[in-house]
C-alpha cells in the first residue's frame, strides 16, 4: 500500500532539512562572535547610564547649581564676564571627545582612577551680534581670527580687553562674519551673550538656576593648579603641565603698550589665562557648605579649564567638569555643509561657537577654532540608538588608549559617527542586533583614519581633521583591540560597574602629559 503524501514528502518521514545558512554572526578579524558583543555594549549601556544611577538626578543638578553659581561670583569679580549667559553642557569631557581642541594637552585624568563621571560646559564670554567686530576663517585649516572693533558705544574694546588680545591676523584668511554694529537699543547694552537658559543634552528648556548661598568668602590669589580640602586622598597634579602652556605662549603676549596699535584681535590663549584667574581667585576663597558639593580641584590645560566636584553622597562621586571660554557666533559660516540624512535641523541651530584650539604652531596658538556642538547635539537626537551604543561601547574601548596622550582621535570617533548615518542604511543602524558589527566598523574606520592621517570634516567642505600625535602608537593599540574586542569590552562593563558605585576615587597624578 503506498504511503499517504504531504506535498511531495510522506507525512511519517523526518522533516525535510532547513536551507544551508551562512555564518554570518561572526567577526572575521577576530572570530567573536556579533551576538556576544551586542550582548557586552547592552550591559555596557546599562551600567554607564547616568539617569539610571543612584540618586543621579540629585548628585547632578547639585553638581550644576554650585558650577553655575560659581560662574556667577566670577561676574561679580570681573564684570567682562556675562552675568547670565546660555551655557551648552555635553555629557562627557573633553578626554571622551565631547569637541574637538586640537591636539592640546588634556591633563592626566582617567576615568575610573580620578573621576566617576565627565561634563563638558561651554560658557560664552563674548558675543559675534552687535560689536561690529569681524571673524576671518584660515582657508586651509579650521581657525579662525577675531578682530575687535575700537570703539562701542563710547567704549574701547581694546582697551577693555587688552589684557587677553593677542597677534594680528596671519595672512591667507577669508573674511566669513561680521557683524554691523546696528539694531536696537536694547541690543547694544552689552558686548556679551546674555540669555537666561542653559541647554543640555537631555533638557534643552531647563530654567538656569543658582545657588548663591552655597559659595562666599574672601578673595586670595590665583594659580593655575588648585588644590581644595576633601576627604578623599587626592595627589597633586604635577605644576609641569601647566606650566608647559605658560612657556607656549612665550612671544604671544603683547607689552601692555603694543597692544593697543599691533594686536586688535582677541587672543584664546589669553582669554583661557583670564578666565582661570578670575575663576581661581573666587573658587579659593570658598567656604565649604554642609550638604554641598565640594570644589577640590582646579586646574587650566591650554584653553579650558577642569575642575573636581565631590558630592555628599552617599554613595560619593568624584565629577569632573571641563569649562571652556567660547565666544558665541551667530549665523552660519559660509561654505557649511548641510546634512541631508538628518532632515532640516531646528532654526535655533544656526549659530556656532569658536572655542580654544590646541595647535603648536604660533598662528594656531592664537587662533580660535570653529565648533558646531550645538548641530551636533541636534544631529545626536536623529541617530538611531543602536549606532549611539555601539559609538559609546567604541569610545569605551579607546579610552585606555589615548590617556594622557594629545591625540584627536576621541572626536575623530565621533566625526565617524555622523559620516556612517550618511553612508549606511538607517533601517540597518536601527537594528539592535547590529549593534555589534557597527561597533567593530567604527573602530576599524579609525585605524585607516590613524594610518591617513587625516577625517574630513564634517561641516566644513575641503576642510580635513588631523589625527596627531601618537598616531602611529595608537594604530597598533588599535589592532591589539581588533584581536579580541570582547575582552576589552568586559573590561569595559566592569570599569564602569566601579565607576556606577562611586567613592572607589585613587588620587589625580603622574606627572606631565
Known amino acids: 500500500m503506498a504511503s499517504a503524501v504531504w506535498g511531495s514528502v510522506p507525512w511519517w518521514g523526518p522533516p525535510p532539512p ?104 561651554l560658557v560664552p564670554v563674548f558675543s559675534l551680534e552687535g560689536t561690529g567686530s569681524e571673524l576671518q576663517l584660515d582657508r586651509e585649516s579650521c581657525y579662525a581670527w577675531l578682530r575687535l572693533p575700537e570703539l562701542v558705544l563710547g567704549t574701547s574694546l581694546h582697551e577693555a580687553w587688552q589684557d587677553c588680545l593677542g597677534p594680528p591676523v596671519p595672512g591667507g584668511c577669508d573674511l566669513i562674519h561680521q557683524t554691523e554694529n546696528e539694531g536696537s537699543p536694547k541690543d547694544k547694552q552689552s558686548s556679551v551673550v546674555q540669555p537666561s537658559s542653559y541647554i543640555t543634552e537631555s533638557d534643552p528648556s531647563i530654567v538656569l538656576e543658582k545657588s548663591p548661598s552655597d559659595l562666599s568668602g574672601p578673595e586670595s590669589s590665583q594659580h593655575d593648579v588648585t588644590h581644595f580640602g576633601s576627604s578623599e586622598p587626592m595627589q597633586e597634579v604635577s605644576t609641569g603641565i601647566v606650566e608647559a602652556t605658560v612657556d607656549g605662549l612665550e612671544g604671544l603676549v603683547p607689552q601692555a603698550s603694543e597692544v593697543r596699535e599691533a594686536w586688535p584681535t582677541l587672543c584664546p590663549a589669553q582669554v583661557a589665562a583670564w578666565f582661570f584667574a578670575t575663576l581661581a581667585t573666587v573658587a579659593e576663597s570658598l567656604i565649604p557648605v554642609p550638604g554641598a558639593p565640594r570644589l577640590v580641584h582646579a586646574a587650566r590645560h591650554a584653553g579650558f579649564t577642569t575642575i573636581l566636584l565631590a558630592t555628599p553622597g552617599p554613595p560619593r562621586r568624584l565629577l569632573l567638569f571641563d569649562l571652556i571660554p567660547v ?20 532654526s535655533e541651530s544656526a549659530s556656532f561657537y569658536l572655542v580654544p584650539g590646541g595647535g603648536t604652531k604660533q598662528q594656531e596658538a592664537s587662533g580660535w577654532q570653529l565648533c558646531f556642538a550645538r548641530q551636533e547635539l541636534a544631529l545626536k537626537t536623529r541617530i538611531p540608538a543602536p549606532l549611539l551604543q555601539a559609538h559609546a561601547a567604541a569610545q569605551a574601548l579607546l579610552r585606555p588608549l589615548v590617556a594622557g596622550t594629545r591625540t584627536a582621535a576621541p572626536y575623530l570617533l565621533r566625526t565617524l559617527l555622523y559620516w556612517a548615518c550618511e553612508r549606511l542604511p538607517a533601517l540597518y543602524l536601527a537594528r539592535p542586533e547590529n549593534a555589534g558589527a557597527c561597533c567593530l566598523g567604527l573602530l576599524d574606520e579609525l585605524g585607516r583614519v590613524l594610518e591617513a592621517g587625516t577625517l574630513p570634516h564634517y561641516f566644513l567642505s575641503g576642510r580635513k581633521l588631523h589625527a596627531g600625535e601618537g598616531s602611529a602608537s595608537l594604530l597598533g593599540a588599535l589592532v591589539e583591540l581588533r584581536g579580541d574586542p570582547a575582552r576589552a569590552l568586559r573590561a569595559a562593563v566592569e570599569e564602569a560597574k566601579v565607576a556606577r558605585k562611586g567613592g572607589g576615587l585613587a588620587g589625580v597624578g603622574g606627572g606631565a602629559h
Open 327 to 346: 565666544v558665541s557666533v551667530a549665523g552660519w559660516p559660509e561654505g557649511a555643509r548641510s546634512h541631508s540624512w538628518a532632515g532640516p535641523l531646528a
Open 18 to 121: 532547513a536551507p544551508a545558512r551562512p555564518l554570518t554572526d561572526l567577526d572575521f578579524c577576530s572570530g567573536a562572535q556579533l551576538q556576544e558583543l551586542t550582548q557586552l555594549i547592552q550591559e555596557l549601556g546599562v551600567q554607564e547610564s547616568w539617569n539610571d544611577g543612584p540618586q543621579p538626578g540629585a548628585d547632578l543638578l547639585r553638581a550644576k547649581d554650585f558650577v553655575f553659581s560659581l560662574l556667577g561670583l566670577v561676574h561679580r569679580q570681573d564684570p567682562r564676564f556675562p552675568s547670565q549667559a546660555e551655557l551648552l553642557l555635553l555629557r562627557g569631557g573633553v578626554r571622551e571627545g565631547s569637541l574637538d581642541l586640537g591636539h592640546a594637552p588634556l591633563g592626566p585624568y582617567a576615568r575610573g582612577p580620578h573621576y566617576d563621571a565627565g561634563f563638558t560646559l
